[in-house]
């Protein structure tokens, strides 16, 4: 669905009582909720993920490990901070006593009782918190084909980065040692082909040789910061990892 077309589609009162909330797209919006938010594209793909968040976990459908869960709303308020620090053009942000607004693509996401960072309180204080006018339409009963618009209108390389990964391939070519280090190195702080090459002692060819593949199984992306390429975790493809790790207790009860 375009964009125009989902916008006139939503004033349209007959469909405002359409829910197709499911789990596996709410599994997949929370692994979203990992990504780095810095052009309009992104920031659609993350503000319709949180607010297909939003609504699935009201329902009483939900899984349990979801259900009346607001965890996301600490991502909103991380991704808030970026686009209020760094501004994206075309997107307008408003921070209410008690709601936040984000506006894009006309559309406005609503967030209500988000956490009061420093970053945010110091900018609601602020001449750039500009009063949004509330258009008066919930998008939570539309999210489902909110979202499906957004993923249909992110960008080639948007598209291939939040596609889920294979995770017999990703573990198997993850599993040799170099290639195990250059992601836990790039796990804690972007780097550049000359780093990681330094860090695992071997040549710049090699080097480029298992970037590409990790590139490959979309583990680690790369992004040109003036002229020298820089490479990074995939934070989507770490959110889906991150979600096969089951939940513990902090101590584990002695082997009788």
């Given at each position: 669905?375009?964009?125009?077309?989902?916008?006139?589609?939503?004033?349209?009162?007959?469909?405002?009582?359409?829910?197709?909330?499911?789990?596996?797209?709410?599994?997949?919006?929370?692994?979203?909720?990992?990504?780095?938010?810095?052009?309009?594209?992104?920031?659609?793909?993350?503000?319709?993920?949180?607010?297909?968040?939003?609504?699935?976990?009201?329902?009483?459908?939900?899984?349990?490990?979801?259900?009346?869960?607001?965890?996301?709303?600490?991502?909103?308020?991380?991704?808030?901070?970026?686009?209020?620090?760094?501004?994206?053009?075309?997107?307008?942000?408003?921070?209410?006593?008690?709601?936040?607004?984000?506006?894009?693509?006309?559309?406005?996401?609503?967030?209500h009782h988000l956490p009061k960072s420093a970053v945010l309180q110091e900018y609601q204080k602020g001449e750039t918190n500009r009063s949004i006018e509330w258009k008066g339409i919930r998008l939570q009963p539309f999210a489902k084909q909110i979202?499906?618009?957004?993923?249909?209108?992110?960008?080639?390389?948007?598209?291939?980065?939040?596609?889920?990964?294979?995770?017999?391939?990703?573990?198997?070519?993850?599993?040799?040692?170099?290639?195990?280090?250059?992601?836990?190195?790039?796990?804690?702080?972007?780097?550049?082909?000359?780093?990681?090459?330094?860090?695992?002692?071997?040549?710049?060819?090699?080097?480029?040789?298992?970037?590409?593949?990790?590139?490959?199984?979309?583990?680690?992306?790369?992004?040109?910061?003036?002229?020298?390429?820089?490479?990074?975790?995939?934070?989507?493809?770490?959110?889906?990892?991150?979600?096969?790790?089951?939940?513990?207790?902090?101590?584990?009860?002695?082997?009788?």
């Amino acid at each position: 669905m375009e964009i125009n077309e989902l916008l006139l589609w939503i004033q349209d009162e007959n469909n405002a009582k359409i829910q197709e909330l499911d789990e596996a797209t709410a599994r997949f919006a929370a692994n979203i909720a990992w990504m780095d938010v810095e052009s309009i594209d992104e920031a659609f793909l993350f503000f319709a993920s949180m607010n297909y968040l939003n609504a699935y976990v009201k329902i009483n459908d939900a899984n349990n490990s979801m259900y009346k869960r607001y965890d996301f709303k600490r991502d909103v308020v991380g991704v808030l901070e970026g686009c209020v620090l760094r501004p994206i053009e075309s997107m307008n942000i408003y921070i209410d006593s008690d709601v936040t607004y984000v506006e894009l693509v006309g559309l406005q996401f609503s967030f209500h009782h988000l956490p009061k960072s420093a970053v945010l309180q110091e900018y609601q204080k602020g001449e750039t918190n500009r009063s949004i006018e509330w258009k008066g339409i919930r998008l939570q009963p539309f999210a489902k084909q909110i979202l499906e618009t957004a993923i249909d209108s992110a960008s080639p390389a948007l598209r291939h980065r939040i596609q889920p990964i294979d995770l017999p391939t990703t573990f198997s070519r993850l599993g040799h040692p170099i290639r195990l280090r250059m992601f836990l190195a790039l796990l804690q702080q972007e780097s550049n082909r000359e780093e990681l090459a330094t860090l695992c002692d071997i040549a710049l060819s090699k080097a480029n040789y298992h970037i590409r593949i990790l590139i490959g199984i979309r583990l680690i992306e790369g992004r040109r910061i003036q002229k020298t390429m820089v490479y990074r975790v995939n934070p989507i493809a770490l959110g889906q990892l991150s979600s096969l790790i089951p939940h513990h207790p902090r101590r584990l009860k002695p082997v009788a």
